[in-house]
Every structure is written in structure tokens, then in C-alpha cells.
């Protein structure tokens, strides 16, 4: 009979633990639920952010508002957000999470940010670049090495462009197939540089096997052909295929 009362007693969903106590009394027993009330999470509050928005760092926490409250999760939660920052060039960054009861089983979760400040880019590597050298690479980056104490901050969105820049230079080179499938950070002991690496997968060299035109009724085949600069046999320069197209279409407009 005790054990079905626990039972009701949990499906209430109000207690995360519950224990029945029987001591002898007055020559019989005195049955004693001892409980422990489920905490729900009434209010998350972010405080100290200003560098990224608090949308991204709510985006990582795995607490949410109306949630039960697991004082246990602070670890985890705590590795997400300095692992978000580390991600964007702030190794120094740290968290405090504090829990404040604000009513019957009831707290406001407060979580402290001390972001420090964006680590400084030592040096810029490749791996596994053999068709491209590291000078062509860098090249065509916007992401530069601090020189001194100038520049070289971490820019998650100029770094992202970077990566499309380095795999089109590849599409330029006949190696339609280039990706990154990873790149790396590393941060000084101080937490004040990092070291950015790269890793490519190359792929194969394409080679254009045939050249043809198709829907042109104002100029002949020879009269396009002869605008553009991509011919068989030659290696596929996916950029220069982009401006042949943009010069054909050009050379409709003005007619």
C-alpha cells in the first residue's frame, strides 16, 4: 500500500524524491513521507555578454525556463558557453552559475560572464595543401596574423568567408572537388594568442572535355565561342567559366 502511494505521489510531478519512514508509536507505527520538491527553473538571466549575443549563448545551455532545476548540470552548462567563446577567439573567457530561490520550489538561474579579451592569430598553417601553395592560400584571405600588437584579432565571420575563399581558388585550379573538412584553434598558455590551422582535402584535377552552347538563335556557336576564354582540354577554372557566362550575357544586353 505505501509503495502505490509513492507512486501517486510521484505522478503528481512535484517531488524528485521520496521516501516512506514506519517508526513504532503508541503500539503501533507512524507511516512518514519524506519528500524533496522538484525545483523548476522560473527565470535564466545572462549577465556580463557583450560580445556575442545573448540569443547565441542561450542557443548552447540545454536549461530552459519552466524546466526542472538540476544543480548537477552546472559543469555541463559551464563547458558549453566557454567552449562557444573559445570558438570565437576568447580563451580567457569564464562562467559562474548561481541558482536564487524566488518562491515556493521555485529559482531564477543567473549565469555570470567574464569574457576577457579576443585572442591575437600567431600564425595561419595548412595541411594537406600540395597543389596550392601556403602564399597562394593566404592570398586570397582577408584573416591576417597579428603583427605586433596590430590586428590579427579572430572574426568568426571573416574566417568563414576565408574558407569559401580558399575552396573557389581551388575550383579556379581544376579541383572541383576541395573542401575543408576541419579546422583547428589553439590558444597560448596566457589565453592572449592563437595558432588557426587548416586541413584540405584537394581532390582531383577536372580537365574540360567539350565546350557547347545551347538556345542561341540571334548569334552563331562560333560568334559565342569566340567571347570567351574557357576552350576544351584546357583545366576547369571554375571562375573564369563564371565571367565567360557574365560576358555572353553581356554581350546580349548590349545588342
Known amino acids: 500500500a505505501i509503495a502505490r502511494d509513492i507512486r501517486r505521489l510521484y505522478d503528481l510531478g512535484f517531488f524528485t524524491q521520496i521516501k516512506a519512514d514506519a517508526p513504532p508509536a503508541s503500539g503501533g507505527v507512524a507511516v512518514a513521507c519524506i519528500v524533496e520538491e522538484k525545483r523548476i527553473i522560473s527565470e535564466i538571466r545572462l549577465v556580463g555578454n557583450s560580445k556575442l549575443k545573448e540569443r547565441r549563448l542561450r542557443g548552447v545551455l540545454t536549461m530552459r525556463e519552466g524546466d526542472s532545476f538540476i544543480a548537477e548540470a552546472f559543469d555541463e552548462e559551464r563547458d558549453a558557453l566557454i567552449t562557444l567563446y573559445e570558438t570565437r577567439g576568447y580563451a580567457n573567457a569564464t562562467v559562474d552559475i548561481t541558482a536564487e530561490k524566488v518562491g515556493p520550489s521555485r529559482v531564477v538561474v543567473t549565469y555570470t560572464i567574464f569574457e576577457g579579451s579576443r585572442a591575437r592569430i600567431r600564425s595561419i598553417d ?48 581544376g579541383h572541383l572537388e576541395a573542401a575543408i573538412p576541419k579546422t583547428d584553434m589553439t590558444f597560448s598558455p596566457s589565453g592572449k594568442g592563437m595558432n588557426l590551422s587548416i586541413h584540405l582535402s584537394e581532390g582531383p584535377v577536372y580537365h574540360v572535355n567539350t565546350l557547347e552552347v545551347a538556345g542561341n538563335k540571334v548569334y552563331d556557336t562560333d560568334e559565342v565561342v569566340a567571347e570567351v576564354e574557357t576552350l576544351p582540354g584546357g583545366v576547369h577554372n571554375k571562375g573564369q567559366v563564371a565571367e565567360d557566362a557574365a560576358l555572353v550575357q553581356k554581350q546580349y544586353q548590349d545588342s
Not at 138 to 163: C, H, I, N, P, Q
Open 126 to 173: 595548412f595541411v594537406g595543401n600540395d597543389a596550392l601553395s601556403n602564399k597562394q592560400l593566404k592570398s586570397v584571405m582577408k584573416t591576417r596574423r597579428a603583427f605586433w600588437f596590430f590586428g590579427g584579432k579572430y572574426e568568426e565571420t571573416k574566417f568563414e568567408t576565408d574558407l569559401d575563399a580558399i575552396v573557389n581558388e581551388y575550383g579556379n585550379h
